[in-house]
């Protein structure tokens, strides 16, 4: 995208000092993720829940199965035992506790190296749905 010009080099921000990350928002709760070194994008976010002062919701649809409002039992339904996950975590305010996160592997066939995450909220609400490289090329 950087490359063909479909996004110019100079829309991408250093969200602080140091970042490895670029960041470009698309449209409201729409935010892509460059690595910062090569541009590669490497993530795709939908915020779902205004869960910070500064946090602007995606109000667009998604495609099925994803719902702009779910749980974490939804989740589960719909996709089994994640792949990876990490427990409910306290961050700094004006985060405060968060209900941590869990991803699981998209269908390899249709798409080869991508996994969906699922942040949640300290009420096991999905708060924001990410989709990512799973081998970023950088680690």
Do not use: N
């Not at 602080?16 to 460059?34: H, K, M, N, Q, S």
């Amino acid at each position: 995208m950087l490359a063909s010009g479909i996004i110019p080099a100079k829309s991408l921000v250093e969200l602080y000092p140091g970042c490895d990350r670029l960041d470009l928002e698309v449209e409201d709760g729409v935010e892509l993720t460059f690595w910062y070194e090569t541009k590669v994008l490497d993530s795709l976010f939908f915020t779902l829940m205004e869960t910070m002062p500064a946090t602007v919701k995606y109000k667009g649809d998604l495609p099925a199965p994803y719902r702009m409002a779910m749980t974490q039992s939804d989740v589960h339904a719909l996709f089994g035992q994640p792949m990876e996950s990490r427990g409910p975590i306290k961050m700094p305010e004006p985060m405060g506790q968060t209900g941590g996160w869990e991803s699981y592997l998209l269908d390899p066939v249709v798409y080869p190296g991508k996994k969906v995450v699922f942040q949640y909220t300290a009420a096991m609400e999905v708060k924001t749905l990410v989709f990512a490289l799973i081998d970023k090329g950088h680690d």
